[in-house]
């Protein structure tokens, strides 16, 4: 079975706690990280370090911070190694703008669109997705499970007083699931080909959306395109398709370079036929699909009705 | 004293701002620095904008009038950094005043984003001359060119107006407007971008020194003392402008060994129609002011314009009718090349100016203003765009004057980028971030360049004397004048409809 397979690789899988070999990656991390008390009183059941809700980290030393603070200027760098993941960013807002704004019947000539609605950003990584929403207006919750994106995404959302209000947690969709959050838009961007079960995630998706709410998830198609775009461009998009969210040094690189790349991915990836009928079963109705269509004359991204590498779904929970 | 803390009160609303200031308004700057050295401005405590345009001419109002005219981007806080006097004083052009030299030709396209920005409205109050017609020469009378609007299709080539109608028309409008702004009326000395870099802390402080320390916020220092922050700067501040050289753009470009005078000219008769003729040593141009007035464009070598400068009135206005006219060489009849028939096989339609006869302009009774001398040179920045500082206008580019297209690329760059603004905002993204204004680069660059390129090369083909190249430019004259798709792409491009096909 696909999911047993993918289980025995040592993988990037942000949302498998039982993958502890993500523990021997980060050889700069020290392997406890001091966390106060959970806000709410929801106990952990895993063991993971790895899945501790917490809101903010507070205990940390200043040489801890001022490690953050560099890695967090290194992923945040439009210039730098997560260059594309930069560069796709408007496009996919453009996409998420103009379905929310439809959906919820908000002026789209309004700079902040979104005043009034709760958004969770699953996956958020270092808050590349988060910082822009939080700018439209919207009362952003973003969630990641790996503890060193959500330190980056806090240091850097801190000082713009328009983002510094995100609230960034270290969890997975489904313990939120569990607390019974409710948000008005689900944006999970490029998680669902990491995810182990995309069935359970997808449900966990639609239970944290509230009824005529919106889900909007994008990802990797599998098809002929894609495999090839993958083998064609694997230096670059191995960093991309493990949604560089990883802050990289040479040890991280070297042992990177180990993992088997694009082609055993691939054979994970959603045909958006199959992600329609994943979210039709989760209650989740697809209303719009877009592809994303790369021009390397322009160096920019666009919206397109090419599915058939990256696209992105907006569906809304119907009961 | 008292006039700074009320005018500090008064921050947003430039109307108010404009009575406190009357009394530092003809100072020099200078006294302004030494008068405010007690001022209560507390250190370190700067006002935050979202956008500084440093200079307030005219591509930096109509930057700030674009801005308040579209709904993404007029809830924005701007400041205006000028120390132009004239910019705090409600400017009343009276109607008796003789027509300033200093005028620009408007192209079609520049018209309609004025229209759009609800500028137009104000220019049409003051003097302004609409022109359909125009006629091109050279001093060889081997060919001349007429062009009329109506060969494109157009009711109007372009409207001749004075900077000073402009530069007022956008003031009025951006004081019209809700756009929160507030004009600074000094000079910027200092200017510093940090690298982003990240909080060390965990509870998030914002006061502006903090956000400058980590880069989101560029800071800009006065000459007045004041300290302004910004997300974004632009730099609107002319050919020589400080933005572009506090923020390290490289430029390149020549001086053209050559000098402008310009003036204001009467007629007897009204003129309707822009001329233009090469001479040897640079292009003379007569454009229609209205109400019988023309101004003169004269390009020539720097002895020659400083003895034109200081001849007398009556043998200056010799000089130019004799200029316009039969110095230098013969009219141009079209004998030389037939009337055309070379050309029938491409001609296709024939366009209504191709049957026009060449006319001398009118001649130029009285000189109507001083003389004036500008020395002429092409400029250019290599980049446009770099984090958080941005350059429209001549800041970004200086070109040749000759086809009056400097100040249409201005406000191409203005438009553009508050275009870009908008759509930066519409997904939330931070207005000074390098890949945004990049857009903008990547955009208005190769046009700009282009357009640069193509007056440059009139200047330098114009300017030599040889036989078989007049043969070419005559050659030349005669293809644009009686090729008509020719004609009309020609007379698309100077007004700012098209690019050139090589972008489009």
């Given at each position: 079975?696909?999911?047993?397979?993918?289980?025995?690789q040592?993988?990037?899988?942000?949302?498998?706690?039982?993958?502890?070999?993500?523990?021997?990656?980060?050889?700069?991390?020290?392997?406890?990280?001091?966390?106060?008390?959970?806000?709410?009183?929801?106990?952990?059941?895993?063991?993971?370090?790895?899945?501790?809700?917490s809101?903010?980290?507070?205990?940390?030393?200043?040489?801890?911070?001022?490690?953050?603070?560099?890695?967090?200027?290194?992923?945040?760098?439009?210039?730098?190694?997560?260059?594309?993941l930069?560069?796709?960013?408007?496009?996919?807002?453009?996409?998420?703008?103009?379905?929310?704004?439809?959906?919820?019947?908000?002026?789209?000539?309004?700079?902040?669109?979104?005043?009034?609605?709760?958004?969770?950003?699953?996956?958020?990584?270092?808050?590349?997705?988060?910082?822009?929403?939080a700018?439209?207006?919207?009362?952003?919750?973003?969630?990641?499970?790996?503890?060193?994106?959500?330190?980056?995404?806090?240091?850097?959302?801190?000082?713009?007083?328009?983002?510094?209000?995100?609230?960034?947690?270290?969890?997975?969709?489904?313990k939120?699931?569990?607390?019974?959050?409710?948000?008005?838009?689900?944006?999970?961007?490029?998680?669902?080909?990491?995810?182990?079960?995309?069935?359970?995630?997808?449900?966990?998706?639609?239970?944290?959306?509230?009824?005529?709410?919106?889900?909007?998830?994008?990802?990797?198609?599998?098809?002929?395109?894609s495999?090839?775009?993958?083998i064609?461009?694997?230096?670059?998009?191995?960093?991309?398709?493990?949604?560089?969210?990883?802050?990289?040094?040479?040890?991280?690189?070297?042992?990177?370079?180990?993992?088997?790349?694009?082609?055993?991915?691939?054979?994970?990836?959603?045909?958006?036929?199959?992600?329609?009928?994943?979210?039709?079963?989760?209650?989740?109705?697809?209303?719009?699909?877009?592809?994303?269509?790369?021009?390397?004359?322009?160096g920019?991204?666009?919206?397109?009705?090419?599915?058939?590498?990256?696209?992105?779904?907006?569906?809304?929970?119907?009961? | 004293?008292?006039?700074?803390?009320v005018?500090?009160?008064?921050?947003?609303?430039?109307?108010?701002?404009?009575?406190?200031?009357?009394p530092?308004?003809?100072?020099?700057?200078?006294?302004?620095?030494?008068?405010?050295?007690?001022?209560?401005?507390k250190?370190?405590?700067?006002?935050?904008?979202?956008?500084?345009?440093?200079?307030?001419?005219?591509?930096?109002?109509?930057?700030?009038?674009?801005?308040?005219?579209?709904?993404?981007?007029?809830?924005?806080?701007?400041?205006?950094?000028?120390?132009n006097?004239?910019?705090?004083?409600?400017?009343?052009?009276?109607?008796?005043?003789?027509?300033?030299?200093?005028?620009?030709?408007?192209?079609?396209?520049?018209?309609?984003?004025?229209?759009?920005?609800?500028?137009?409205q104000?220019?049409?109050?003051?003097?302004?001359?609409?022109?359909?017609?125009?006629?091109?020469?050279?001093y060889?009378?081997?060919?001349?060119?007429?062009?009329?609007?109506?060969?494109?299709?157009?009711?109007?080539?372009?409207?001749?107006?004075?900077?000073?109608?402009?530069?007022?028309?956008?003031?009025?409008c951006v004081?019209?407007?809700?756009?929160?702004k507030?004009?600074?009326?000094?000079?910027?000395?200092?200017?510093?971008?940090?690298?982003?870099?990240?909080?060390?802390?965990?509870?998030?402080?914002?006061?502006?020194?903090?956000?400058?320390?980590?880069?989101?916020?560029?800071?800009?220092?006065?000459?007045?003392?004041?300290?302004?922050?910004?997300?974004?700067?632009?730099?609107?501040?002319?050919?020589?402008?400080?933005?572009?050289?506090?923020?390290?753009?490289?430029?390149?470009?020549?001086?053209?060994?050559?000098?402008?005078?310009i003036?204001?000219?009467?007629?007897?008769?009204?003129?309707?129609?822009?001329?233009?003729?090469?001479?040897?040593?640079?292009?003379?141009?007569?454009?229609?002011?209205?109400?019988?007035?023309?101004?003169?464009?004269?390009?020539?070598?720097?002895?020659?314009?400083?003895?034109f400068?200081?001849?007398?009135?009556?043998?200056f206005?010799?000089?130019?009718?004799?200029?316009?006219?039969?110095?230098y060489?013969?009219?141009?009849?079209?004998?030389?090349?037939?009337?055309?028939?070379?050309?029938?096989?491409?001609?296709?339609?024939?366009?209504?100016?191709?049957?026009?006869?060449?006319?001398?302009?009118?001649?130029?009774?009285?000189?109507?203003?001083?003389?004036?001398?500008?020395?002429?040179?092409?400029?250019h920045?290599?980049?446009?765009?770099?984090?958080?500082?941005?350059?429209?206008?001549?800041?970004?580019?200086?070109?040749?004057?000759?086809?009056?297209?400097?100040?249409?690329?201005?406000?191409?760059?203005?438009?553009?980028?508050?275009?870009?603004?908008?759509?930066?905002?519409?997904?939330?993204?931070?207005?000074?971030?390098?890949?945004?204004?990049?857009?903008?680069?990547?955009?208005?660059?190769?046009?700009?360049?282009?357009?640069?390129?193509?007056?440059?090369?009139?200047?330098?083909?114009?300017?030599?004397?040889?036989?078989?190249?007049?043969?070419?430019?005559?050659?030349?004259?005669?293809?644009?004048?009686?090729?008509?798709?020719?004609?009309?792409?020609?007379?698309?491009y100077?007004?700012?409809?098209?690019?050139?096909?090589?972008?489009?």
């Amino acid at each position: 079975m696909a999911s047993s397979k993918l289980l025995s690789q040592p993988r990037w899988f942000r949302f498998l706690p039982r993958n502890l070999s993500n523990v021997r990656l980060f050889s700069d991390l020290p392997s406890q990280l001091p966390v106060s008390e959970p806000q709410n009183s929801i106990e952990s059941k895993s063991n993971n370090r790895f899945s501790k809700p917490s809101s903010t980290p507070s205990s940390l030393k200043e040489p801890e911070l001022a490690k953050f603070s560099a890695i967090a200027d290194t992923w945040w760098d439009s210039e730098g190694p997560f260059k594309p993941l930069h560069i796709m960013n408007p496009t996919r807002l453009a996409f998420i703008r103009s379905t929310l704004c439809r959906h919820f019947g908000k002026d789209p000539l309004c700079a902040r669109p979104f005043e009034g609605l709760r958004i969770i950003d699953v996956g958020c990584g270092g808050g590349i997705l988060s910082e822009p929403l939080a700018r439209m207006g919207a009362a952003v919750t973003g969630i990641d499970a790996v503890e060193k994106n959500i330190k980056i995404a806090r240091l850097h959302a801190n000082l713009d007083p328009t983002t510094s209000t995100i609230e960034y947690c270290c969890t997975t969709a489904e313990k939120l699931v569990d607390e019974q959050r409710k948000f008005d838009a689900v944006v999970a961007l490029e998680v669902i080909e990491h995810v182990a079960d995309p069935a359970e995630f997808c449900k966990s998706l639609a239970a944290l959306t509230v009824h005529e709410g919106a889900t909007v998830v994008s990802t990797i198609n599998r098809s002929m395109r894609s495999y090839a775009t993958a083998i064609v461009a694997a230096e670059y998009l191995l960093q991309w398709n493990l949604y560089g969210y990883y802050p990289w040094n040479k040890h991280d690189i070297a042992v990177a370079s180990e993992l088997p790349k694009g082609t055993h991915e691939w054979s994970s990836f959603l045909t958006p036929e199959e992600l329609t009928m994943i979210l039709k079963r989760a209650s989740i109705d697809v209303k719009e699909m877009a592809g994303f269509v790369y021009n390397p004359l322009t160096g920019r991204w666009s919206l397109s009705d090419d599915i058939s590498v990256n696209f992105i779904a907006f569906g809304t929970k119907e009961n | 004293m008292m006039n700074r803390i009320v005018a500090r009160n008064f921050g947003s609303n430039v109307y108010r701002l404009r009575i406190p200031w009357r009394p530092f308004s003809n100072d020099a700057a200078s006294n302004l620095s030494s008068s405010n050295a007690g001022n209560p401005t507390k250190e370190g405590e700067g006002q935050q904008y979202d956008i500084a345009i440093v200079g307030g001419g005219m591509v930096g109002l109509a930057l700030a009038c674009s801005l308040a005219s579209r709904p993404l981007t007029k809830h924005l806080n701007v400041a205006i950094i000028d120390s132009n006097p004239a910019l705090g004083r409600n400017h009343f052009i009276k109607k008796e005043d003789l027509p300033d030299p200093r005028v620009s030709t408007v192209t079609p396209a520049t018209i309609s984003f004025f229209k759009d920005i609800g500028a137009w409205q104000y220019v049409e109050r003051h003097r302004h001359a609409y022109f359909d017609k125009m006629q091109v020469w050279d001093y060889t009378g081997l060919g001349y060119t007429k062009y009329n609007a109506r060969d494109a299709n157009k009711e109007v080539l372009g409207c001749v107006v004075e900077n000073k109608v402009l530069l007022s028309s956008l003031l009025s409008c951006v004081q019209d407007t809700d756009l929160q702004k507030k004009i600074y009326p000094s000079r910027l000395t200092s200017m510093s971008i940090l690298p982003n870099s990240s909080s060390l802390e965990e509870d998030s402080t914002a006061s502006e020194t903090v956000l400058f320390t980590h880069g989101r916020l560029a800071k800009l220092e006065l000459e007045d003392g004041h300290s302004v922050y910004a997300k974004l700067v632009v730099g609107a501040d002319g050919g020589k402008s400080r933005v572009r050289e506090l923020a390290g753009f490289r430029t390149t470009g020549w001086n053209y060994s050559q000098n402008a005078i310009i003036c204001t000219v009467e007629h007897a008769v009204e003129n309707h129609c822009a001329w233009q003729r090469f001479l040897p040593a640079g292009p003379i141009a007569l454009l229609p002011i209205g109400d019988k007035f023309s101004n003169i464009v004269w390009t020539m070598n720097p002895k020659e314009s400083s003895e034109f400068k200081s001849v007398t009135e009556d043998d200056f206005l010799k000089a130019v009718n004799h200029a316009l006219d039969y110095g230098y060489g013969p009219h141009p009849t079209s004998s030389l090349l037939g009337n055309g028939d070379i050309f029938s096989w491409f001609k296709g339609d024939i366009t209504m100016s191709a049957h026009d006869c060449f006319e001398v302009p009118p001649k130029v009774a009285k000189l109507a203003s001083e003389r004036m001398v500008f020395p002429l040179s092409l400029r250019h920045a290599s980049d446009y765009a770099s984090k958080r500082v941005v350059l429209i206008g001549d800041a970004a580019h200086t070109v040749h004057p000759l086809a009056g297209q400097g100040v249409n690329l201005g406000f191409g760059d203005a438009s553009t980028l508050s275009n870009i603004i908008s759509e930066g905002i519409a997904v939330g993204t931070d207005i000074g971030e390098v890949s945004l204004l990049k857009k903008y680069e990547a955009d208005r660059k190769p046009a700009n360049v282009m357009m640069m390129a193509v007056l440059d090369g009139f200047q330098k083909a114009y300017s030599v004397d040889f036989g078989p190249l007049n043969i070419l430019r005559a050659a030349a004259f005669h293809g644009a004048h009686y090729i008509s798709p020719l004609k009309k792409s020609i007379i698309s491009y100077a007004s700012g409809e098209h690019r050139l096909p090589l972008f489009s």
